[in-house]
């Protein structure tokens, strides 16, 4: 069975600083790797994700993400964090053997920038 | 481009009651996923349609819970009769056919307090 953990409920980071939300995964083959940020009163919004090649992904907003297939994480990070990152970031993860493609969450991370 | 909507935004019932959620998906995306998110904890799948066919439904709790697909347009998700722990978020998503990797567009969610 595949699962997501997201280890920490909050992050507390100061405006300007690096911002990291941590993501770890579990699933029985090769993932894809997915984040999706939900700003208040808004849909989940997608990022950015890992399918195959470079280990480094780039996304929207100036947010990436580091695959590590032997620590089986998936790490997201901003070099310089803005007050309007603050919001509730979902980590999630799809086994290549669905072909239907179901996501699999993690329980969330609030991000909360303070200026 | 429209998004994925969805409909009530918010909706107060008391146990027994009935309640009807409603997802209108992107023009065009033939998969069409719930979801819900429950008491802070990680987003759960539901079920999955291919158009007007329910692919996957084996994250649906139990058969209180109806989702139909008619014409494969829009979608609803009905609980009948509704229970306490039903209470929570539910989002719907969207994709095109295609690879299982393609993005899930989802939708602002449904608020369902049962009381």
């Known amino acids: 069975a595949q699962s997501v953990a997201q280890p920490e409920d909050q992050v507390n980071v100061a405006e300007g600083n690096p911002l990291t939300v941590k993501c770890t995964y579990s699933v029985s083959g090769n993932p894809y790797l997915f984040w999706y940020v939900q700003y208040p009163n808004r849909g989940l919004q997608f990022l950015l994700k890992y399918i195959t090649g470079d280990n480094l992904v780039k996304g929207s907003y100036g947010f990436e993400a580091e695959f590590n297939k032997s620590q089986t994480s998936f790490h997201l990070k901003k070099p310089s964090a803005l007050v309007s990152d603050s919001a509730l970031y979902f980590c999630a993860v799809r086994d290549l053997t669905d072909s239907w493609g179901k996501l699999q969450f993690g329980a969330g991370t609030q991000v909360v920038v303070t200026p | 481009e429209a998004g994925v909507t969805q409909f009530p935004s918010h909706s107060v019932i008391e146990k027994g009651q009935t309640v009807t959620l409603r997802c209108d998906p992107i023009?065009?995306?033939?998969?069409l996923y719930w979801y819900r998110r429950v008491m802070g904890k990680e987003i759960k799948f539901l079920l999955h349609?291919?158009?007007?066919?329910?692919?996957?439904e084996s994250g649906m709790p139990n058969n209180r819970f109806l989702a139909e697909r008619t014409g494969g347009t829009y979608s609803t998700l009905k609980v009948q009769p509704a229970e306490l722990e039903d209470s929570g978020v539910y989002f719907c998503?969207?994709?095109?056919?295609?690879?299982?990797?393609?993005?899930?567009?989802f939708g602002p969610g449904t608020r369902l307090t049962v009381l």
């Open positions: 349609f291919v158009k007007e066919s329910k692919q996957d």
């Open positions: 998503a969207s994709s095109q056919l295609g690879p299982s990797y393609n993005e899930q567009f």
């Open positions: 023009s065009g995306h033939d998969n």
